[in-house]
């Protein structure tokens, strides 16, 4: 795994007459991940008449962040490129984005996530829905936030809120 940082600090120019503040430097890393597997299964749908397949998957993940005193910002693609020997198997592709965003101050803090998901079900879910080809696929949205206040030790709020939304598309035939 290799980290790359982008230090950024702002002090001492002029902007529109005023100084900014070093303060509010900013850290950004970028940390890129790949990897490569190839595995085989004997049954991988779950029939009773079985035949065996191999895959082959390559993954490439990038997270991006940029902190601060206070702040934290994260955006994390992913893609997932998956290959089977049997092609009545279908695309296994998986593609993913998530992001989160963090703001903290003394009494209070308040995190904001969302995530995109558009998964292959067989890899996913086959004991949940019985689907058995690459073709379908998962798509997930989730967001969410929580904050955070603390007025003593004692007594703080807490609020939370939570979206989830599932849909599928493509080959939505099953074979059991």
């Known amino acids: 795994m290799r980290q790359i940082a982008y230090p950024a600090a702002f002090g001492s120019c002029c902007a529109l007459g005023g100084q900014i503040s070093p303060l ?76 989160a965003l963090d703001w903290m101050t003394e009494t209070s803090s308040l995190n904001l996530t969302a995530s995109y998901w558009d998964q292959s079900t067989l890899v996913t879910e086959l004991l949940e829905t019985g689907i058995t080809t690459g073709n379908t696929h998962r798509r997930l949205g989730q967001a969410g936030a929580n904050y955070t206040w603390s007025q003593t030790e004692r007594r703080s709020l807490l609020a939370q809120l939570a979206y989830m939304d599932v849909k599928y598309h493509g080959d939505l035939e099953t074979e059991r």
Request: hydrophobic fraction near 35%; proline fraction near 3%; aromatic fraction near 12%.
């Open 24 to 99: 509010r430097a900013a850290e950004w890393t970028i940390t890129p991940v790949y990897s490569a597997s190839v595995d085989y299964d004997s049954n991988r749908r779950l029939l009773t008449d079985a035949k065996s397949s191999g895959a082959g998957v390559i993954t490439a993940d990038a997270l991006f962040k940029r902190a601060l005193e206070d702040f934290d910002f994260s955006l994390e693609p992913r893609y997932a490129l998956r290959r089977y020997t049997d092609s009545t198997l279908g695309n296994g592709d998986d593609r993913s984005l998530y992001s």
